[in-house]
């Protein structure tokens, strides 16, 4: 998955440990008195109203000071609830309101509707600085799930914004941190949906004269940004055949701040334009390690590299050309690199975005739809873009095993997917048995920390090379005849030789076109423009169940 639209948090489940059960419980709500004081209530929710957050943080503070713990204050903002509001009428926003309530409820957590489609949740007790990423981990899970709240019509998915703000001994005055946690829910905004941030009260002083713009482009010319790559692999055979592309901030000093990740200093990047510059930093960087790979292992189809592209590089005048010239100065096939664009990202940038898209697609160069039914530009983009890679949300994959709902919705997009020749990649894969799943709802490609954790390029390399020269090879594809090549390529390019592009499932196989001898892309291992691989090869939708 994309760290566009989870960048605010670099910690996914698997990161977290067995600390997150009490964070994730499905147990029963709060006590009566838990989380609703004497005093009165939502009448649509039932929760507290927003005239309790002081008094119930200052509450929390106290508390976790004699184990020398933590208290974490969490906004969480509805994004798209207007949309379910004129879609299905006032009835329907209000019961996915109560629905919000009763899922924080279960989050171990004093909760209060602090206003609209605004909640708040304080924790205490808080054992690990870290654990703020869970609970914002936990938070998202619940809160992007389906809401069946219209009889008759599809589960309805609200997108959401989280801010958190972390207190300890330090924080003597709770108006600072309930300020921070609206700066950090501010932050998130701007990240897009199912984002968070987190404002460690801890790291206030030093944050705010560490991390400034200055400081940031000090990094970009001192080479301290680096990339982690997370793998992607073949649901039917556990192939390596992909990573995405993240980023990471290595600061000097490591015994004060150590390694950043995203949430901490993504913001400040959008905010300034800084994100432009450090953009084509990780275009030109991932697509130069593209190459490095395909040359340390010659016998093998290369790694495809997908990188997240963010709403102020896509509306960048010159985006496409600063594509193609990493692509010229890096010598990477143009088929080898996907740019990933949330579908909000599309949903606020103009006509030139999309001509810019149409432009590179026309190159060579794979798109990825990210974080696919959590948008509103979805169907639009799928018929307008001709996209490759439809990456289907995390949310839609955490409660699959329990989840008929999930599973359903999972299924169809698959084969909505495979229709218009698209390959699909589940996000956020952390167990067996969602792993075991993803084959039988048709789902082409998966990652997640089942598969691997992001890590550095040495890593993905050492994976490339089997341990042992008898053993079986588990790295990327070695059998090019299981990936169809394209039936109708582009008139822009040569037809392609036999594909390394994984096809959508359940579909025949196609003979290929003889490539021309002089066509300098038709050598082996090159990757073809497989997104229209399966022109023409019908998957019949299931039908509805009961």
Not at 45 to 65: C, D, K, V, Y
Not at 297 to 317: D, E, K, S
Not at 376 to 396: G, K, M
Not at 517 to 540: I, M, T
Request: aromatic share 6%; charged share 20%; hydrophobic share 40%.
């Amino acid at each position: 998955m994309s760290e566009q639209a989870t960048s605010a948090g670099a910690a996914s489940a698997g990161e977290r440990g067995g600390r997150l059960g009490r964070f994730r419980s499905k147990g029963t709500p709060p006590a009566p008195g838990t989380t609703k004081p004497s005093g009165g209530t939502d009448p649509i929710t039932g929760l507290p109203g927003r005239e309790h957050l002081h008094s119930w943080l200052n509450a929390a503070i106290m508390a976790s000071r004699p184990t020398s713990s933590h208290s974490v204050l969490a906004f969480v903002d509805l994004d798209s609830l207007r949309d379910v509001n004129d879609s299905f009428g006032p009835d329907a926003g209000d019961a996915v309101l109560a629905q919000v309530a009763l899922r924080l409820g279960e989050l171990g957590a004093r909760v209060l509707r602090y206003g609209g489609a605004e909640f708040a949740l304080v924790y205490q007790g808080v054992d690990t600085m870290t654990a703020s990423d869970e609970i914002a981990h936990a938070i998202l899970d619940r809160v992007t799930a389906p809401y069946d709240v219209v009889d008759g019509h599809a589960a309805v998915t609200v997108a959401c914004h989280l801010g958190l703000a972390v207190g300890g001994d330090a924080a003597g005055d709770v108006t600072d941190i309930v300020r921070d946690a609206h700066q950090a829910l501010v932050h998130a905004r701007d990240l897009g949906p199912a984002s968070y941030v987190v404002h460690d009260e801890s790291r206030r002083g030093r944050y705010s004269t560490r991390i400034d713009e200055a400081r940031l482009m000090s990094a970009l010319d001192n080479d301290e940004f680096l990339l982690h790559y997370q793998p992607i692999l073949r649901v039917d055979s556990g192939e390596l055949i992909g990573v995405e592309a993240l980023l990471r901030w290595q600061e000097p000093g490591a015994t004060n701040t150590g390694m950043l990740f995203p949430h901490d200093f993504l913001p400040l990047l959008e905010k300034s334009g800084l994100i432009v510059p450090v953009g084509r930093w990780v275009l030109e960087e991932t697509c130069r390690q593209a190459v490095a790979w395909s040359l340390a292992h010659p016998t093998l189809p290369p790694l495809f590299v997908t990188c997240n592209i963010g709403a102020r590089q896509l509306a960048m005048p010159d985006f496409a050309d600063t594509v193609l010239e990493a692509i010229a100065v890096t010598g990477v096939p143009a088929r080898q690199l996907c740019l990933d664009i949330t579908e909000q990202t599309l949903r606020y940038n103009g006509d030139g975005t999309w001509s810019a898209l149409r432009r590179l697609k026309a190159a060579g160069v794979k798109l990825g739809l990210d974080d696919f039914g959590t948008g509103a530009a979805s169907l639009t983009a799928l018929r307008e873009l001709n996209v490759d890679i439809l990456r289907i949300d995390r949310s839609f994959i955490t409660d699959l095993a329990d989840s008929a709902e999930n599973q359903a919705i999972v299924r169809h997009v698959s084969n909505l997917a495979h229709e218009l020749h698209m390959v699909t990649v589940a996000e956020g894969i952390e167990s067996e048995e969602q792993a075991a799943l993803l084959s039988t709802l048709g789902v082409d490609l998966a990652q997640g920390f089942l598969y691997g954790r992001p890590e550095s390029a040495d890593h993905i390399d050492a994976r490339l090379d089997p341990p042992d020269p008898d053993a079986p090879f588990s790295g990327a594809a070695d059998d090019t005849s299981v990936f169809p090549p394209p039936v109708f390529p582009p008139p822009e390019l040569p037809a392609a030789p036999a594909a390394d592009w994984p096809a959508p499932q359940g579909a025949p196989a196609v003979p290929p076109d003889p490539a021309p001898e002089s066509d300098p892309e038709s050598s082996p291992g090159q990757w073809p423009d497989a997104g229209r691989a399966l022109a023409g090869a019908a998957v019949d939708l299931p039908p509805p169940e009961d």
